[in-house]
Nanobody
């Protein structure tokens, strides 16, 4: 099992920055990929950024050039640096981890952290 604990959300003005953190614990050696998703009120949960086992990164077009996903393996922590924030970035942000098990693969989610961007 993998547990994900998120932090770093809050209220920020447009143009400001936030850094989200996701601390992983448990069977962390089984994790082969991690990412950040977000869900705004009345909308579906969408991928924001992902980092693969090999270190490659992918971003949603709407955040490319503004957000940066990174991972500190020594601290078992995933980060999302968010710059030039816009009101449309307002959402609950979720950390996600994909793990490979013996007989099945698993997806783990953090509790979510609220990000609110004001005008």
């Amino acid at each position: 099992q993998v547990q994900l604990v998120e932090s770093g959300g809050g209220l920020v003005q447009a143009g400001g920055s936030l850094r989200l953190s996701c601390a992983a614990s448990g069977s962390i050696f089984s994790i082969n990929g991690m990412g950040w998703y977000r869900q705004a009120p009345g909308k579906q949960r969408d991928l924001v950024a992902a980092i693969t086992e090999g270190g490659s990164t992918n971003y949603a077009y709407s955040v490319k050039g503004r957000f940066t996903i990174s991972r500190d393996n020594a601290k078992n922590t995933l980060y999302l640096q968010m710059n030039s924030l816009k009101p449309e970035d307002t959402a609950v942000y979720y950390c996600h981890a994909h793990a490979v098990g013996v007989v099945a693969n698993y997806d783990y989610w953090g509790q979510g952290t609220q990000v609110t961007v004001s005008l």
